[in-house]
């Protein structure tokens, strides 16, 4: 079993996620920085006025079921089915080569990972959509989606389009997770394993470098961080409740 720290993993266990960098090292009562380094994201596309939160009714391709997450190493492409993912998170079985693998790489004893990824996260569908729609969440999501190949439609990328819609359909029942937010994905979405490191979103010390870069762990992150965001639209620092 991969070693870490105590308080890692009593942190990840909990779901205690911090935001994206940069924010202080903090109490488990402090609320997230909810912003991406500006030097780690694009320039931010021109914010949608605040308003009536339209959830896309559907998604660029449907729900990928059956192939949920793509990856692609070199001329290598692969998908895990989401029921691969079903299984490992409900008993910790694993079918699936790859997911063995990103398992194994993503710097977390299988347990944690496990129940990070299932972890529901409160959120406000008006808030969480806001803040997406904001110029300082147009930038989180494009780092958030560096690792993953260009999604096209009419010429145009989609990508921040694409992640966010299935955040805010999975968002729809009050929660979100890792594995609601991965259900929702386009199936054309595909992780570049040898292309930019993930970016996850959390300036939590990593014990294991892993931690801060592998895909699995990324996305353990990304609802806690979503959370805080939509709890702190424009934190200038991480404050105490």
């Excluded at 996620?17 to 991406?36: C, N, T």
């Excluded at 596309?45 to 339209?54: E, F, H, K, L």
């Excluded at 406000?124 to 096209?152: E, H, I, K």
């Excluded at 292309?195 to 996850?200: K, L, M, S």
Aim: net charge neutral.
């Amino acid at each position: 079993m991969r070693r870490i720290s105590a308080a890692a993993a009593a942190l990840l266990s909990a779901g205690v996620l911090w935001g994206v960098a940069p924010v202080r090292a903090a109490e488990p009562s402090d609320l997230p920085a909810a912003q991406p380094s500006p030097a780690a994201a694009p320039s931010p596309a021109p914010a949608q006025p605040t308003g009536p939160v339209i959830v896309p009714p559907a998604p660029l391709e449907p729900p990928g079921a059956t192939q949920t997450l793509r990856l692609a190493s070199g001329a290598e492409l692969w998908t895990i089915p989401y029921a691969a993912l079903q299984q490992f998170v409900a008993d910790g079985t694993i079918n699936d080569r790859q997911l063995l693998q990103l398992a194994a790489n993503s710097g977390w004893p299988d347990d944690q990972l496990r129940a990070a990824l299932a972890k529901p996260y409160a959120v406000g569908l008006v808030d969480l959509a806001n803040f997406l729609y904001s110029p300082a969440g147009v930038a989180f999501l494009q780092q958030q989606t560096q690792a993953f190949r260009p999604l096209m439609a009419s010429g145009r990328d989609v990508r921040v389009e694409g992640l966010r819609a299935a955040i805010l359909r999975s968002a729809q029942s009050g929660t979100i997770s890792a594995m609601a937010i991965l259900r929702e994905l386009p199936t054309t979405f595909v992780v570049e394993l040898g292309g930019p490191p993930t970016q996850r979103c959390s300036s939590l010390p990593c014990d294991n470098p892993q931690q801060c870069t592998s895909t699995l762990s990324w996305w353990v992150f990304l609802p806690a961080c979503l959370q805080a965001a939509a709890m702190n639209p424009a934190p200038a620092a991480a404050t105490a409740p």
